[in-house]
């Protein structure tokens, strides 16, 4: 659990105001839980700090102990993405997010978290998670995260998405959908740029893997970059320009932002014709099918001679 200054974390605040609050009205961790519903350990742990809970948790926990909705607007103060435990090159990385005042970041394969929906990023959890409970806590913490970018006056955020984050599935069509839309109203905002590499452009250099150039207050700049299993940071000026230097190059050689909303328009329109329902795409396959056969039929009837008019001869 992360300590700022030395001072408990605002989770830890959060699950001493909620232990006051159940102590004075006389409940225990487990009779709490009974009423909420749920597990007594995971009321213990919010108290201890060390879960995160979600914002109906507080507000059912406020209607219970009558506390007149502190506990919901505590909640809704604290940025949960930093009580998350992560190894310890991720939390890094998370605390840079909560300051950075300019991001500028090339993605690969998937949408970074920064522009996840909560479908999308509940699905990627999914995958390596087996715990409902944690991927929900993950995904909580991922959308506090997004929040001082999406909000009037934010850090600028410039990324240029390689055409795979578009293309790779993730959680299905639907989800796809409802993900190419939130680019596409993310873009919109003053302070952040999507932009894209096409895949049908092998001429753009592209970077080995995705990385994230970030500026902090102070003057302070760091290149970010991840491997399989850890984080890589680098502080060195003269490889920050160097990759700044690349990425401008980048920018310049990819889709303008314009170009690239209209491609996660198509891209968008292709998962809405691929989620069609059964019915749906059977009437649109029986309506081709007859095409193909009134075509069928009219290269295969017998054709008569037609009874021309003879070119008329002219007068000697």
Request: hydrophobic letters at 35%.
């Amino acid at each position: 659990m992360s300590r700022r200054n030395g001072g408990a974390s605002s989770a830890a605040v959060f699950g001493e105001v909620l232990r006051h609050f159940r102590e004075a009205a006389l409940l225990t961790q487990e009779g709490l839980a009974r009423q909420i519903p749920c597990d007594r350990s995971h009321v213990a742990r919010v108290e201890g700090g060390t879960r995160v809970p979600q914002d109906t948790f507080a507000k059912t926990c406020d209607e219970l102990l009558c506390t007149g909705g502190v506990l919901l607007r505590l909640w809704a103060k604290i940025d949960w993405y930093p009580q998350v435990e992560h190894p310890d090159w991720f939390e890094r990385r998370a605390r840079m997010d909560a300051e950075a005042v300019a991001v500028r970041a090339y993605q690969t394969q998937v949408i970074p978290g920064l522009l996840q929906t909560p479908a999308y990023a509940t699905a990627l959890f999914g995958r390596r998670l087996s715990d409902s409970q944690d991927v929900a806590e993950r995904v909580r913490a991922r959308l506090s995260r997004q929040q001082r970018f999406l909000v009037e006056g934010g850090p600028f955020y410039l990324v240029v998405l390689d055409e795979s984050c578009l293309r790779h599935m993730v959680g299905g069509p639907e989800i796809m959908r409802y993900q190419c839309e939130h680019l596409l109203a993310v873009g919109r905002l003053p302070n952040i740029r999507v932009q894209i590499a096409p895949s049908n452009r092998p001429e753009i250099d592209r970077p080995d893997t995705s990385l994230s150039l970030i500026e902090l207050p102070g003057g302070e700049r760091w290149v970010y970059s991840e491997s399989l299993d850890r984080g890589h940071f680098s502080d060195d000026p003269a490889v920050f320009t160097q990759h700044m230097r690349s990425y401008d190059v980048l920018r310049a050689d990819a889709l303008s932002a314009p170009q690239s909303a209209a491609l996660i328009s198509d891209v968008r329109e292709g998962y809405e014709a691929h989620d069609q329902p059964p019915a749906a795409r059977g009437d649109l396959d029986q309506e081709q099918s007859q095409r193909r056969q009134r075509r069928g039929l009219h290269r295969s009837s017998p054709r008569f001679p037609r009874n021309r008019p003879r070119p008329r001869q002219q007068e000697p």
